[in-house]
T-cell receptor
Framework: QKEVEQNSGPLSVPEGAIASLNCTYS??????FFWYRQYSGKSPELIMS????GDKEDGRFTAQLNKASQYVSLLIRDSQPSDSATYLC?????????????FGGGTRVLVKP | GAGVSQTPSNKVTEKGKYVELRCDPI?????LYWYRQSLGQGPEFLIY????????DSGLPNDRFFAVRPEGSVSTLKIQRTERGDSAVYLC????????????FGSGTRLTVV
């Protein structure tokens, strides 16, 4: 079992719809979670962080964390073609040194006009 | 500097050669991380520096890989006797030493071993 798992996709979403991405993690004690967006040929870009159970909203993005069920999700509202990218989930596992993050394999999102 | 700088952006080398990849972190960031990303996969951890010392090198795949950060700023990832399987994008990131913060990646070095 991978420590951080994501569905690889592609997740195809009509423009204007909500894209829902999920991520599960194996280390129950993990505290910090991050979503990165990666355009093709570019490096990952941090878009959201979440540390507490519940929802955190930032513009069109909402991150959701459920530590009891060990999953993190990302919602993208009013999806735009420019949101087409791979979304990486990352967790700071409790056993990790410093701020070392463990990444999932990413979910590819395609927003169709 | 304003961001994490990595050089070169692209490197093509022959199998068996030695390569060095450089990372210049954001000024004031004491923590520095190297990751490797293969096509279609997420970044894979290689090594983490806190200051000059390697705090966690558990991700280095074998003894052909080595990294240094002699003055606690610029870091160099060194790969000896390169193999075709080493071909990937090598990403560097830096952060303040406080835990729990996401970090900023450089633009990466695309290494191709032919």
């Amino acid at each position: 079992q991978k420590e951080v798992e994501q569905n690889s996709g592609p997740l195809s979403v009509p423009e204007g719809a909500i894209a829902s991405l999920n991520c599960t993690y194996s280390d129950r004690g993990s505290q910090s979670f991050f979503w990165y967006r990666q355009y093709s040929g570019k490096s990952p870009e941090l878009i959201m962080s979440i540390y507490s159970n519940g929802d955190k909203e930032d513009g069109r993005f909402t991150a959701q964390l459920n530590k009891a069920s060990q999953y993190v999700s990302l919602l993208i509202r009013d999806s735009q073609p420019s949101d087409s990218a791979t979304y990486l989930c990352a967790a700071r596992l409790i056993k990790a040194a410093g701020n070392k993050l463990t990444f999932g394999g990413g979910t590819r999102v395609l927003v169709k006009p | 500097g304003a961001g994490v700088s990595q050089t070169p952006s692209n490197k093509v080398t022959e199998k068996g050669k030695y390569v060095e990849l450089r990372c210049d972190p954001i000024s004031g960031h004491t923590a520095l991380y190297w990751y490797r990303q293969s096509l279609g996969q997420g970044p894979e951890f290689l090594i983490y520096f806190q200051g000059t010392g390697a705090a966690d090198d558990s991700g280095l795949p074998n003894d052909r890989f080595f990294a240094v950060r002699p003055e606690g700023s610029v870091s160099t990832l060194k790969i000896q006797r390169t193999e075709r399987g080493d071909s990937a994008v090598y990403l560097c990131a830096s952060s303040r030493d406080r835990e729990g913060y996401g970090y900023t990646f450089g633009s990466g070095t695309r290494l191709t071993v032919v």
